[in-house]
């Protein structure tokens, strides 16, 4: 799969989630799903990536920070 196959899918996703509920406030749960999802399938794929897993929440964290702050991503 390719990166914009990815983007699509996961633009996709975004779609089922705000049609399912167009409320923003009851998406914390899918988004701690998914992110809870993810997490286990780094640990699956190699120990070395809980690390880097770790690591990418670190950078999501920052760019939530910045998109507050700024108003854009």
């Not at 705000?18 to 809870?36: C, E, G, H, I």
């Not at 690591?55 to 964290?61: E, F, H, I, T, V």
Request: avoid cysteine.
């Amino acid at each position: 799969m390719r990166e914009y196959e990815l983007r699509d899918a996961m633009r996709e996703t975004a779609k089922t989630i705000a049609a399912f509920d167009p409320n923003p406030s009851t998406w914390l749960r899918s988004l701690t799903a998914l992110l809870q999802d993810l997490e286990q399938q780094s640990r699956g794929a190699s120990p070395m990536y809980a690390q880097i897993y770790e690591d990418m929440l670190k950078y999501l964290q920052d760019s939530i920070r910045n998109r507050l702050r700024t108003g854009g991503w």
